[in-house]
């Protein structure tokens, strides 16, 4: 697709040196990234990797604050004159699998993996950490680095708002990246608005009366009932939800019965709901409710209807991801750039982040240059370390932009 932008077509000569600091560090960037690879952390506790973290910024001009409730990592870099904060974000847990690469530098850890690159965006952010300390002097404003812990469905960022993340010196200006396979190594995708949906969790149970499988008349078959809803969430998708502004209703686990010849009491249904703005999010949650209300009600049966309440939606400033476009453009050219046409339906706890400060959330892509591109989450899955140095130069890039160091 066309960038709808201005583009540019040469990096400027400052992008130029900036990439090449950014390689400077591939070596070191690619060590730190393979030690914590090699022992990843699940949750909102990764002690490990905090110390990891904290050893990686010694020596710099930070302020560094440890979380309280969690072990995130909040450091500061004042510039040699006042402004605007600005804020770069790295997550930093991996993921409940057993990983499958046979790399070297494989998971030490039996049953976690960084499965979501998020080793990557550590060790990137600890790159542009020391790029961004050494041209402190051009720095009119601060930097304040978040490295996250729990993205993966412990609302970490949440916590570290809880904590104060934002209060010392609310940020003019939010940046995240996000490496990925879906984009070929080295490119920078993003766009105004919604970026990526909610994630929320659907859990019913419909209780009805077992009993023979012979005389269902004597029973209240909870079965058909559940299947009834299944098929009317599917009709609420399409009939009650605006085609352009979507939602996703996927009901991915019915468990019921035990054998041929028994109605069971009970159906339960698990799944999750998508969408990518919170007025759909709002109506669907309500929408799902009264549906297996309903057909419960219809058939007499009693209906459970619980969320688990996930994810916002990750909304990126119309200006703010239009900034990171035009910097990522200036920096990389414009065919390692693209504009998405539509969100993603993902989640994505630095949704938490944007609902409070202007920024932007971007992907780079980390494509192997050959091979399958097995996407994060896979046990398979493979980061081209080729592509750091662009995510190193893509969060120097955004904070000197927001805070005139060029
Ligand atoms: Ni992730």
């Not at 780079?364 to 750091?388: D, K």
């Amino acid at each position: 697709m066309a960038p709808w932008y201005p583009p540019l077509t040469m990096a400027t000569t400052t992008h130029a040196s900036l990439l090449d600091d950014a390689r400077g560090l591939l070596d070191d960037t690619i060590q730190l990234r393979r030690r914590i690879h090699r022992h990843p952390e699940i949750g909102l506790e990764l002690p490990r990797t905090q110390q990891t973290v904290l050893e990686a910024l010694d020596g710099l001009p930070l302020k560094i604050r440890p979380g309280q409730k969690t072990t995130s990592v909040v450091a500061t870099l004042d510039g040699a004159r006042p402004g605007p904060t600005v804020l770069l974000r790295a997550d930093m847990d991996a993921l409940p699998l057993t990983e499958d690469t046979g790399l070297p530098f494989a998971s030490e850890v039996p049953g976690a993996m960084h499965a979501c690159g998020h080793d990557t965006h550590v060790a990137m952010l600890v790159g542009a950490a020391r790029l961004l300390a050494a041209r402190r002097e051009r720095l009119a404003g601060r930097v304040l680095f978040m490295f996250q812990p729990g993205e993966e469905g412990y609302h970490g960022a949440r916590v570290m708002l809880e904590e104060g993340l934002l209060d010392a010196e609310p940020p003019a200006f939010a940046f995240g990246l996000h490496a990925g396979a879906r984009y070929a190594s080295g490119v920078v995708a993003t766009r105004p608005g919604p970026l990526m949906a909610s994630g929320d969790t659907l859990k019913i149970v419909v209780r009805g009366q077992g009993g023979h499988a012979s005389a269902p008349h004597d029973c209240l078959d909870p079965i058909p009932i559940a299947c009834e809803m299944v098929q009317a969430f599917q009709t609420l998708v399409t009939r009650r939800v605006n085609a352009f502004d979507p939602a996703i209703v996927t009901v991915a686990k019915i468990e019921a019965g035990t054998t041929r010849n028994v109605i069971p009491e009970t159906a339960s249904l698990l799944g999750t709901i998508r969408t990518v703005s919170e007025s759909t999010r709002t109506s669907v949650l309500e929408g799902v409710k009264r549906v297996a209300e309903g057909v419960a009600a219809a058939h007499g049966a009693q209906v459970g209807v619980e969320f688990v309440r996930g994810y916002p939606v990750t909304v990126n400033d119309a200006d703010g991801a239009t900034r990171v476009l035009r910097v990522a453009t200036a920096l990389l050219g414009a065919e390692r750039v693209y504009a998405m046409p539509t969100p993603v339906m993902g989640s994505e706890d630095f949704s938490y982040v944007l609902q409070r400060v202007p920024g932007a959330f971007a992907f780079l892509g980390t494509r192997p240059e050959s091979g399958p591109a097995y996407p994060n989450h896979s046990n398979r899955m493979l980061v081209n370390e080729a592509a750091l140095p662009t995510g190193i130069a893509m969060h120097v890039a955004v904070a000197l932009d927001v805070l005139g160091g060029h």
